[in-house]
Every structure is written in structure tokens, then in C-alpha cells.
């Protein structure tokens, strides 16, 4: 269930769907997926599906991290440091932790972001920082970013995280409500303009405002 075999089976998956970047394919291939949900779903854990964590949140699809994660790699010049908007199980930023030098990750709902802090350790990943917030807000205090990943959609894109973005930073978020669809926002130099791809659709639970302790 849990071994390299399983992981190697879903990595297949991935690259029928299309994935790519060997960097990620690797990284997905090394990293146990069980640990971030509860026992009684981990025998799920390698099927590609989004499976819940508790708080009506969602672990996101494994094919739509390594898609998120990919585009994120390729869209971007040097990725020193990154932002996730949404730590869920602490998932995604495990996977970026080990493709980008530093991470840091904001999640609204404590008891999620406590257990994600517990994997991220238990995983020996140090180079990764969260914290209980609105990340519709970003995190300012340790910006700019090269890149920001969102794993909750708005239905618009929220102008704090554009301006947070570095240098030709790139953005990747869905966006929407019933219907949403994945947007690639880049910056442009150092300018104030933006260049938006809308990508595939996708289906991301909402960002939604304030905490939950
Ligand atoms: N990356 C996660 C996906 C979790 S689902 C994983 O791999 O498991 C999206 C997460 O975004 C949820 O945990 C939800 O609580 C969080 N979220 C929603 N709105 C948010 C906001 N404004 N600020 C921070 N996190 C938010």
C-alpha cells in the first residue's frame, strides 16, 4: 500500500496525464502520501483523487499538484523562495520543500496547520515556515516571493498577492466560484504589470477569509 512500488504506479499515472518535469515526477515518487491523512483513508492515499483531511478541506489531487508544482517550475526564472497559500495537510508544501530552497506556507485552520507542522517534521523538512493566517493577505513580512502557489480559490485574484510577487514572480491559483479555472499570472520585470494565461479548469475548495482556531 505504502511502498515505493505503489508511488511508482501513481508516478506512471502522472505521466499519462501529461506531467512532465522530471524534478517533480521524482520528488512525487520519494514522497509517502499516507502520512498526510488519517489512518483510516491512508489505504487511499495513492489513488489519484482528492481525499478529505477533515474541516470539509481537501487533500488536492495528486495529478493537480504535480501539475501546479510543474507549471510554477517552468514558468519561473531562479525559485528561492515560494509562498502556498492553503498548508491543508502540509501535502503540496512537502512537495515543495524539496525542489525549492525555502518555502512558506499560511494556513487559516490551526488544528490542520498543527498536524501538517508534525509531517513537515516528522519528514526532516526544515526548510519550510508556517503560519495561522489569511494568506488572501499573503505574508508580507517575509516577502517578496519568486513564487506563490494557491491551493484555494477566490473568485478574484486577491491584489496583496500580486504585489508580493518578486521581480518576474509568477503566480499559480485557481480561480472562480462553481466554474474555476487555473491562472498562471506573471509579473512583468519589475513593473507593476501583469500577464495572466488562463489555464485547464480545475475544482479547489474556496478561500475563504479570517481563522479558524
Ligand atoms: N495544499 C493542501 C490543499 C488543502 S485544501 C494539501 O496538499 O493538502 C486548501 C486549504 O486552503 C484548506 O486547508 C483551507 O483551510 C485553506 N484555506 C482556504 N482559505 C484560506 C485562506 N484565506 N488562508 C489560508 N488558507 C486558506
Given at each position: 500500500?505504502?511502498?515505493?512500488?505503489?508511488?511508482?504506479?501513481?508516478?506512471?499515472?502522472?505521466?499519462?496525464?501529461?506531467?512532465?518535469?522530471?524534478r517533480v515526477?521524482?520528488?512525487?515518487?520519494?514522497?509517502?502520501?499516507?502520512i498526510f491523512l488519517d489512518e483510516a483513508?491512508?489505504?487511499?492515499?495513492?489513488?489519484?483523487t482528492a481525499l478529505p483531511i477533515g474541516f470539509g478541506q481537501t487533500l488536492s489531487q495528486p495529478y493537480i499538484v504535480a501539475r501546479m508544482t510543474e507549471i510554477l517550475l517552468n514558468a519561473a526564472g531562479k525559485l528561492q523562495?515560494?509562498?502556498?497559500?492553503?498548508?491543508?495537510s502540509g501535502y503540496q508544501t512537502s512537495i515543495l520543500a524539496?525542489?525549492?530552497?525555502?518555502?512558506?506556507?499560511?494556513?487559516?485552520?490551526?488544528?490542520?496547520?498543527?498536524?501538517?507542522?508534525?509531517?513537515?517534521?516528522?519528514?526532516?523538512?526544515?526548510?519550510?515556515?508556517?503560519k495561522h493566517a489569511d494568506g488572501g493577505f499573503g505574508w508580507p513580512e517575509r516577502g517578496?516571493?519568486?513564487?506563490?502557489?494557491?491551493?484555494?480559490?477566490?473568485?478574484?485574484?486577491?491584489p496583496e498577492l500580486l504585489e508580493q510577487l518578486a521581480p518576474n514572480g509568477v503566480l499559480v491559483i485557481p480561480v472562480g466560484g462553481d466554474e474555476q479555472h487555473l491562472h498562471l499570472i506573471m509579473r512583468d520585470g519589475d513593473s507593476d504589470k501583469f500577464v495572466t494565461q488562463v489555464l485547464e479548469p480545475v475544482?479547489?475548495?474556496?478561500?475563504?477569509?479570517g481563522v479558524t482556531r
Open positions: 500500500m505504502t511502498s515505493q512500488r505503489t508511488r511508482q504506479r501513481l508516478v506512471q499515472r502522472l505521466k499519462d496525464q501529461g506531467v512532465t518535469d522530471i515526477l521524482d520528488v512525487m515518487a520519494a514522497t509517502p502520501r499516507h483513508l491512508s489505504h487511499r492515499a495513492y489513488e489519484d523562495r515560494v509562498l502556498e497559500v492553503g498548508t491543508g524539496q525542489l525549492v530552497p525555502q518555502v512558506f506556507s499560511v494556513e487559516r485552520i490551526k488544528p490542520l496547520q498543527d498536524k501538517a507542522r508534525e509531517r513537515l517534521r516528522q519528514l526532516g523538512l526544515r526548510n519550510v515556515e508556517l517578496l516571493y519568486d513564487g506563490i502557489l494557491s491551493t484555494a480559490a477566490p473568485r478574484q485574484v486577491p475544482r479547489f475548495v474556496p478561500l475563504l477569509s
